[in-house]
């Protein structure tokens, strides 16, 4: 799991580093996964994205009921770099369970089309998938303090009322407190995330101090 620590680091300083695997946002317009080609791909290549999706659907297939509930989240499908799948095209996907709070990887065989290991640790805070975002944002406009605060800002940045999470901007980075960061215990092992919301006429809103916990469908307010 080095590659998985290394994203919770890289997410905790708010960075993101690709280097030779690609992420896949789901539903995320203009991914960095690689186009389909016309030829077949080599070992090396990039995952294109019929790989990408096909090894989503493959890892995903006895998660599905729980994705359904929001029990479970498909954060990311990357190509699998292991030296012993030697020219074997694989692909890692990353799968969150808010039941028991573990990130789960499901390295898919694509040519075989199945499921051919399996990880599983908890600690690990990979960077947030866009439908964690949205998810995110759908608790903020649902809290009866931050909600309506953030239609009237959007509403008056726009020029008209907020119809969903989706019409907002955001981007959101996984929360694991500090010391100073009182207020959010339960983030300690649940998947929390801060999220930045943009408004219509570009500005950002004020939400340095919410943190939304995805595990428990809460919203926190650190203290400081």
């Not at 040519?111 to 866009?130: D, L, T």
């Not at 903020?140 to 309506?148: I, N, V």
């Not at 939304?212 to 307010?221: E, G, Q, R, W």
């Amino acid at each position: 799991m080095r590659r998985a620590r290394i994203m919770m680091a890289l997410a905790g300083a708010g960075v993101t580093v690709v280097a030779g695997t690609f992420f896949l946002f789901p539903g995320e317009p203009g991914s960095q996964a690689a186009r389909s080609v016309s030829r077949p791909p080599a070992p090396g290549d990039p995952l294109t994205g019929d790989e990408i999706a096909a090894a989503g659907k493959v890892a995903s297939a006895t998660w599905r009921t729980h994705m359904t509930n929001g029990q479970a989240e498909l954060l990311y499908v990357e190509r699998d770099d292991d030296k012993a799948a030697g020219e074997r095209r694989r692909a890692d996907v990353y799968i969150y369970d808010y039941r028991t709070d573990r990130l789960v990887v499901r390295t898919v065989d694509l040519a075989k089309g199945e499921v051919v290991a399996e990880q599983e640790e908890r600690g690990v805070q990979p960077p947030p998938s866009r439908g964690e975002e949205i998810r995110a944002a759908e608790l903020l406009l649902a809290d009866p303090e931050y909600g309506p605060r953030i239609r009237d800002a959007h509403a008056k940045a726009g020029g008209r009322p907020l119809v969903s999470a989706s019409d907002l901007g955001l981007r959101a980075l996984s929360f694991t407190p500090g010391p100073r960061d009182t207020g959010a215990a339960a983030c300690e092992t649940h998947r929390c995330v801060r999220l930045f919301v943009r408004l219509p006429d570009g500005t950002w809103l004020d939400t340095s101090r919410i943190v939304v916990d995805l595990s428990a469908k809460k919203i926190f307010t650190l203290e400081w």
